[in-house]
Each structure stands twice: as C-alpha cells, then as structure tokens.
C-alpha cells in the first residue's frame, strides 16, 4: 500500500527556520515525483512545486520560487519542505502528494496519493 | 485569485443533481486534462476525477466529469450527506510549467 507520512504539527515564530518531512512507502520512492501543495486558513489549494528523488530535479512554482527549498533523501524514502526565515503568511496546511506515473518525464503527472498534511503555524 | 474559476458554493436536497463548473484557459483546461478532487473536513483532498471523466477505483459513479473547451464540470447526482465537502478542480498549466487549481466549491446538502 502507497502511504506519505508527514511530520507532525509545528508552531514557529517569524524569523525562525523549519523544516517539514514527507516519507514514502509501498512504492519504489526514487521513480516518483513528490509535489507539495499549500492550503492557507480556509482557503484554496495551492501547487508549490515538486521533485523527482532518484536525481534531485526539482522544480518550483513561479509564486513559490525563492520562498522555499524542496529537497529529498532516498537513501531513508523522505521529502522536505523547508523554509530559511518564517513569516505570520506561512501559516497553512501543507500537503505532499505523489504522481501516479513513474518517471523523470511524469512531472505533470495528476496527484493520486496525498500525505495527511502538516500544519505550521507562525506567530510571534 | 485562483487560476480556474468555480463558484464558491453550491447546493442542494439528498437526491438531486448538482453541478460544479471550472473555467480556464488555452494554456490549461483548453490543451489538458481536467482532474476533481474531494476535500472532507479537516481531511487530505482525494482523487475523484481524473482525465475529464474517469473515476478512480471506490469512486461512485453517482460522480461524473465533462470538459468542453476551455471549461468543466462535474456533476454529482442523487446527493447524498456525505458529498457535503469541497470541491476542486485542476489541470497542468504550460504556460506557468506547474499545477492550478480552482478556488474550491463548497457543497451543502441541505
């Protein structure tokens, strides 16, 4: 069974570092793209951007480029969300989600599985 | 603003047939496909529809999708309390080389 398991809840000041986790399972984690999707309070969803692990290719949403970094480790199955300096904007829920297809061409690819999301909060 | 555009609510009785529409433009809806997806209180968004009209496995077929140029719908009929969720919908952007989705439709069973 494909399962993304993410970090648990975070609750950061403005300013601060975080870095929020993804780990895949049931699936060959390198062959898979990892997208990333914002959803602020009560609000629509948002695609941030996504990565292939098998070779880092990482790929950003013009809105989200130079906010945030995505990355990934194979060798332990597990993407990453991370930001450098926090801002009281970035409270959301932030989702991972896998495409359906293999490949490094399947970027497009529609979402079929999706990690139960983490929330961050930031406020001072 | 939402890239696509679909209304924000939407509503009906348990029975009836309700319809969600999702505009676009020729950089997405008009040279992709179209995907739905369910989002349940406080819960992750689930794939209902994906390429215009197919469902998943599990997904009833009281849920159904069309796309005519620029624009989609979906349909749910004989509604049920439990299609009272959000609703939104998402095609690949060439231009933009990422994902857009719609802002979300909220449907109430009344």
């Known amino acids: 069974e494909v399962q993304l398991v993410q970090s648990g809840a975070e609750v950061k000041k403005p300013g601060e570092s975080l870095k929020i986790s993804c780990k895949g399972s049931g699936y060959s984690f390198t062959t898979y793209w990892i997208g990333w999707v914002r959803q602020m309070p009560g609000k629509g969803l948002e695609w941030m951007g996504i990565?292939?692990?098998?070779?880092?290719?990482?790929r950003y949403s013009p809105s989200f480029q130079g906010q945030v970094t995505i990355s990934a480790d194979k060798s332990i199955s597990t993407a990453y969300l991370q930001w450098g300096s926090l801002k009281a904007s970035d409270t959301a829920m932030y989702y991972c989600?896998?495409?359906?297809?293999?490949?490094?061409?399947?970027?497009?690819?529609?979402?079929?599985?999706w990690g139960q999301g983490t929330l961050v909060t930031v406020s001072s | 603003q939402s890239v696509l555009t679909q209304p924000p609510s939407a509503s009906g009785t348990p029975g009836q047939r309700v319809t969600i529409s999702c505009s676009g433009s020729?950089?997405?809806?008009?040279?992709?496909?179209v995907y739905w997806y369910q989002q349940l209180p406080g819960t992750a968004p689930k794939l209902l529809i994906y390429?215009?009209?197919q469902r998943p496995s599990g997904v009833p077929d009281r849920f159904s999708g069309s796309k005519s140029g620029t624009s989609a719908s979906l349909a749910i009929s004989g509604l049920r309390s439990e299609d009272e969720a959000d609703y939104y919908c998402a095609a690949w952007d060439d231009s933009l080389s990422g994902w857009v989705f719609g802002g979300g439709t909220k449907v109430t069973v009344l």
């Open positions: 990565i292939y692990p098998g070779d880092s290719d990482t």
């Open positions: 020729s950089s997405n809806i008009g040279v992709n496909y």
């Open positions: 390429r215009n009209n």
């Open positions: 989600a896998r495409t359906y297809c293999s490949g490094g061409s399947c970027y497009s690819g529609y979402y079929q599985h």
